[in-house]
């Protein structure tokens, strides 16, 4: 077997190293290669867990949404119902009114209720507004009135669609007090609202 000539050693001297060099720069890209990779298993798991917590966050605030629209929803139910409740007590009363229109009861309120008025009308002369059906009475407590309280009074059957009482008028006419029965319904209104809204919620 004859021996390697130099130019075959030189080729051979070159192939080893350029191999050696060849296999360090594989190892070392490797090494990168693992390096890189364990970098983005560590982005990736903190992208995970972003992820899994946005996702927590917003299903937090959807459930908070979720409950603020109902709590609502059932307090939107409840003052209808309230309302509606009120306006059955009020419409109840008007109800009992109308029909008591004729009665000793009716006619001793409304002299209640001008005992209490006239007083407050700070002239020398009233006009008494009243109903139709009314008016016959009004005319009988006229004189009685006008010597009680020294005043000159009016009247007039001007009053529409009340379900009885009457208004006071100044005769120069800035000063009017309304004393249907409708108004002072209306006025206690807040107060059966008030009541109502204490029964539905079970606190008498």
């Known amino acids: 077997m004859s021996s ?13 190293k350029k191999e050696s060099e060849l296999l360090s720069q594989l190892n070392k890209s490797y ?11 560590s982005q990736l798991e903190l992208e995970y867990k972003n992820i899994i917590s946005n996702a927590e966050k917003k299903a937090d605030i959807i459930k908070r949404q979720m409950i603020g629209s109902s709590k609502l929803s059932i307090r939107n139910k409840e003052l209808v119902l309230l309302e509606q409740a009120v306006n059955n007590v009020f419409d109840n009363a008007k109800e009992r009114f109308s029909l008591q229109s004729g009665n000793e009861n009716y006619k001793n309120l409304l002299i209640k ?7 407050n009308i700070d002239t020398s ?16 407590q006229i004189e009685l009135f006008s010597t009680k309280y020294n005043k000159k009074f009016k009247l007039h059957n001007n009053i529409k669609h009340s379900i009885g009482g009457f208004r006071l008028k100044s005769t120069d006419g800035p000063v009017t007090l309304n004393n249907t ?6 006025r206690i209104k807040p107060l ?6 204490s029964i539905l919620r079970g606190r008498e």
Do not use: H
């Open 4 to 16: 390697p000539t130099p130019l075959e050693r030189t080729i051979d001297q070159v192939l080893t």
């Open 31 to 41: 090494l990168e290669s693992m390096n890189n990779l364990e970098l983005s298993k």
């Open 113 to 119: 209720m001008l005992d209490e008025s006239i007083p």
């Open 125 to 140: 002369g009233i006009v008494i507004e009243c109903l139709e059906k009314d008016a016959d009475f009004f005319k009988q």
């Open 181 to 186: 029965l409708d108004s002072r319904i209306d």
């Open 192 to 197: 059966i609202r008030k009541n109502v809204a």
